[in-house]
T-cell receptor
Framework: GQNIDQPTEMTATEGAIVQINCTYQ??????LFWYQQHAGEAPTFLSY????GLEEKGRFSSFLSRSKGYSYLLLKELQMKDSASYLC????????????FGIGTKLQVIP | DTAVSQTPKYLVTQMGNDKSIKCEQN?????MYWYKQDSKKFLKIMFS???????INETVPNRFSPKSPDKAHLNLHINSLELGDSAVYFC??????????????FGPGTRLTVL
């Protein structure tokens, strides 16, 4: 099975940089996703890492270390609209369709 | 618009009733899912269908029965509703092969309240 840990809440200031960490223990690993979920809305895809290293996409970057079972999502130049929950999710290598989600980190961006 | 759609968006019902939620995707994906997100916001997979075949069936009471009439549709029927079934139910779809990330696209959710 999969066990995913991430902080439940974080607060950061508009314009700043914030790093949201995710650690996982897994019986089989085939990639890690980050999703964003605004309150009352559906999760939307942000990033995917399957190899070690950093993937950059505009203001958002995601990092993966498979040997450490660790990932982080980095958000730069924070905007008020970035206030949302950020879900770390791990894909199983036994069942490609099975993705296990963490509890999510609720990020509040303050002025 | 290309998307994953669900109906209804809100569902309020009494304990013991039977209800259904419908999901459709027009993204041409081969896999569809049902997730339950409880009051603590934990998103947990319930079922997954690949080309109309059930491939993931997590520990879910058998009061929940999914049905996939074709690749583009996945419905969820719930019998004898209980208070603990109150949650937001998300449908999602993905393409298993040929894509870059094969990420999941989620519907807007159905907020089920059992009284």
């Amino acid at each position: 099975g999969q066990n995913i840990d991430q902080p439940t809440e974080m607060t950061a200031t508009e314009g700043a940089i914030v790093q949201i960490n995710c650690t996982y223990q897994t019986s089989g690993f085939n990639g890690l996703f980050w999703y964003q979920q605004h309150a009352g809305e559906a999760p939307t895809f942000l990033s995917y890492n399957v190899l070690d290293g950093l993937e950059e996409k505009g203001r958002f970057s995601s990092f993966l270390s498979r040997s450490k079972g660790y990932s982080y999502l980095l958000l730069k130049e924070l905007q008020m609209k970035d206030s949302a929950s950020y879900l770390c999710a791990v894909r199983d290598n036994q069942s490609y369709q099975k993705v296990t989600f963490g509890i999510g980190t609720k990020l509040q961006v303050i002025p | 618009d290309t998307a994953v759609s669900q109906t209804p968006k809100y569902l309020v019902t009494q304990m013991g009733n039977d209800k259904s939620i419908k999901c459709e995707q027009n993204l041409g994906h081969d896999t569809m899912y049902w997730y339950k997100q409880d009051s603590k916001k934990f998103l947990k997979i319930m079922f997954s269908y690949n080309n109309k075949e059930l491939i993931i069936n997590e520990t879910v009471p058998n009061r929940f029965s999914p049905k996939s009439p074709d690749k583009a549709h996945l419905n969820l029927h719930i019998n004898s509703l209980e208070l603990g079934d109150s949650a937001v139910y998300f449908c999602a779809s993905s393409q298993t092969s040929g894509g870059t990330y094969n990420e999941q696209f989620f519907g807007p959710g159905t907020r089920l309240t059992v009284l």
